[in-house]
Structure formats: structure tokens, C-alpha cells
């Protein structure tokens, strides 16, 4: 029998088997098998994998789940982490924190596994050692630190990443973002939504976000903020965020819903914006390619969705956010064809946004010497001249 096979498959009599032999023997070369093809099997089967270990590990054998931890899979470590805690519970501590104190990175992610089935307090002594493995590029290893830390609600961690936002250094503050998120830090939201709207990570910080608060939530809590995390969501597809985000955050139900209930000047840009983003990745089979059913499903199901649309309704919205203090302008920027409209907004004080409009401009071969000239009033940094005058 291919145990691999018989372990991933349908039929009960011989998964059941396989699992008994992976746990009881235990069968590292299976279990490694299973860790290397993690990218290639689908959710739902290593869901079942997952059960089906548990089901098969007992009072007698439990202890062979430490046989696995040099293999780490984010698919596994709960199982393992919760069949030890129920069967061993804190006798374990000494062999967890053997394994913490180990050069490899596997045993490690385990260990804080187990240490985040612990009651808050428990853990305490080992804190100083999880703050620093919270910091790991391992992210793996990092977001179970992260975990532990959370569930002892560690002041320490959350107030050095609080700090850390204000940093000048963006990849600290986006690695900050992703340390309270991952924490559960939703009396944050309003400063990562700060850090949003001015960091260069603008559209991997947005795609953090419906983590710590779910995208329905934020729109009844927060309207303006949460499209706004939508629009750099959308930006994102498929660079950042794989096209599976659409069922990840729901897309579908909040674009109908955005459409038919909550239609304003900013949801419509949304809407204007995840119409184009949706064709483009049903018309480039390359974006698509590597996608499951279910993902190309939703895709088409969006896009069947905006067939219906008035596009024609939506883009008399988006003049209403040319406007410097808007937080959509760089967006409707791209989407509105009025000529006019656009120079209103050459007076800007926005040295950044002149440029992008001067761009949009020579892009719809509307651009004249007028219009540099207008912008250049107000321009003093010398790289944005410098770019203006060659347009």
C-alpha cells in the first residue's frame, strides 16, 4: 500500500490504516513526504491529514509526535501541539523547552506551538526568549512567537511595535504592522491606518488589515477606512495579494452589497477600480493559471457581477475625490477622463499628486506646455522638476 496515497485519500479503511502507521511506528520518511508536498496539496486534504493524525495518536503513542519536529508544516503544528498538550500537558515543559533552545528553526516553531496551548501566565519565565524568536525572519517561527506572546498579552512586545510604527524605516513599521496584527492588536487599528495611508508598503499593510478586523467590520465601523483598504487591496491582485484573496475577504457579497446599498463617491472608485482588476485577471490566463477551482469560480462570479454594473453611474462618482485632501485622489486620478476635471487640480500644494496628473495627462495626450507650466509654480523639489520639464 502507498501510504502517502492511502493517508491523503478517500477511503477510511486505509487513511485510518496509514495514519496508525505514521504515528505508531513513527514514520518520519511518510511524515516528510507529507511536509514537502505542503504547496501542493490542497487545504482540504491536509485538513483531513490533520484529523486523521489526531485520530490516531493516544495515551501510548503521543509522545512519537516529538519524532516529527524537525519537519515543521503551519498544516500540522496545531495537531501537534494540542494532542501533546491533552495527553502530556505541562509534564512536558522541560522536553518543549529542549526543543526551544535548539539551533533548528523547526523544533523551535513546535515548541511555541505547545507554548500557546498554555494558560496565560504559565509560559511567563520564557517570555524574554519568545520576543526575541518574535522577531525571526522565519515567519513561521515569528508568528507562533507572536501567538505565545499574544495569549500572555505581553506589554513588552505590543509596546515596542507600537514604537516601531513611528519609525522612519518603513520595512520596520510594515514589520510592525505585521507583529500587532498577528498579536490581535485591535486598539492599534488607527494608527496602522495612519501608516497606511503614508508608507510606500501601503498595499502589503492593507492586505494585513481584514486579519485583525474583518473587512464587514471595518465598513460599519470605519466606511472611509475600510475602502480605502480595499482600494489598495485591489492594487495589490495579483502581486501581493493572490487572486485567492477575493474569497479570502469576501469580495463578492461587499462589491454587491458596496453597489446596491452603500453607493458614494469612494465605494464607486472601488467598484470602478475592482472592474478593471477583475477582467484583467480573467483576460491574462497567466494570472489564473495556478489557481484552484473555487478561486477561478469567485473570479468569474465577480466579473459576472460587473457586467451588470452602470459604469457609467460610477464614473459620474468619482469626480467628487479630485480633491487634494482626499484620500482616493491618486486613485480616481487614473479613472476619470474629464480633461478639465483634471486640471482643476494642477494648483495643488501635493507635489507627488501635480506629477501624477502631469502623467495622466501626457498618457491621454491631453498634455501642453501650459499645464508644466501651472504645475511648476508649485514645485520645489528639484527630482520632481527635473521629471516635469522631460515629459
Do not use: W
Not at 48 to 73: E, G, Q, T
Not at 163 to 177: G, M, P, R
Not at 193 to 199: E, G, Y
Not at 278 to 296: A, G, I, P, R, V
Amino acid at each position: 500500500m502507498d501510504l502517502f496515497k492511502a493517508l491523503t485519500g478517500k477511503n477510511p479503511a486505509e487513511f485510518e490504516q496509514a495514519a496508525r502507521i505514521l504515528v505508531d511506528t513513527p514514520d518520519i520518511e511518510l511524515f516528510k513526504k507529507l511536509v514537502k508536498q505542503d504547496d501542493f496539496l490542497f487545504d482540504f486534504i491536509k485538513n483531513n491529514v490533520a484529523k486523521r493524525i489526531r485520530n490516531a495518536s493516544n495515551k501510548h503513542n503521543y509522545l512519537n509526535l516529538f519524532k516529527f519536529f524537525d519537519y515543521y508544516s503551519p498544516s500540522y503544528d496545531e495537531v501537534f501541539a494540542s494532542t501533546l498538550y491533552e495527553y502530556g500537558g505541562e509534564s512536558l515543559l522541560p522536553q518543549i523547552i529542549e526543543c526551544l533552545n535548539k539551533d533548528s528553526n523547526a523544533q523551535k516553531a513546535y515548541a511555541l506551538k505547545f507554548l500557546s496551548m498554555l494558560p496565560k501566565g504559565k509560559a511567563e519565565d520564557l517570555l524574554p526568549q519568545v520576543r526575541e524568536l518574535a522577531k525571526s525572519e522565519d515567519e513561521c517561527l515569528a508568528a507562533n512567537a507572536i501567538e505565545v506572546l499574544s495569549k500572555n498579552k505581553d506589554f513588552v512586545s505590543k509596546e515596542e511595535a507600537v514604537n516601531n510604527l513611528k519609525s522612519e524605516d518603513e520595512f520596520e513599521q510594515y514589520n510592525a504592522v505585521k507583529f500587532l496584527v498577528t498579536y490581535g492588536a485591535k486598539d492599534t487599528l488607527p494608527k496602522i491606518f495612519s501608516v497606511m495611508k503614508n508608507s510606500s508598503f501601503s498595499e502589503n499593510i492593507a492586505a494585513e488589515i481584514p486579519f485583525l478586523v474583518d473587512l464587514e467590520t471595518l465598513l460599519e465601523d470605519s466606511f472611509e477606512g475600510a475602502i480605502l483598504v480595499m482600494c489598495n487591496i485591489i492594487n495589490a491582485i495579483p502581486e501581493i495579494v493572490p487572486p485567492s484573496g477575493a474569497i479570502d475577504y469576501n469580495l463578492l457579497e461587499i462589491f454587491e452589497n458596496l453597489y446596491h446599498n452603500c453607493l458614494t463617491s469612494s465605494s464607486a472608485l472601488l467598484l470602478r477600480m475592482a472592474k478593471e482588476k477583475f477582467e484583467s485577471l480573467e483576460e491574462n490566463e497567466e494570472y489564473l493559471f495556478d489557481c484552484d477551482k473555487n478561486t477561478k469560480d469567485e473570479v468569474a462570479a465577480i466579473n459576472k457581477f460587473f457586467r451588470g454594473v452602470n459604469v457609467n453611474k460610477l464614473n459620474s462618482l468619482l469626480y467628487d475625490e479630485l480633491y487634494d485632501e482626499s484620500d482616493f485622489v491618486f486613485f480616481a486620478v487614473d479613472y476619470v477622463n474629464d480633461v478639465e476635471e483634471l486640471e482643476t487640480l494642477l494648483d495643488s500644494s501635493n507635489q507627488t499628486l501635480l506629477l501624477k496628473v502631469l502623467t495622466t495627462l501626457k498618457e491621454k495626450q491631453a498634455l501642453n506646455s501650459a499645464h508644466k507650466e501651472q504645475a511648476l509654480h508649485h514645485i520645489t523639489s528639484a527630482d520632481i522638476k527635473q521629471i516635469v520639464e522631460v515629459l
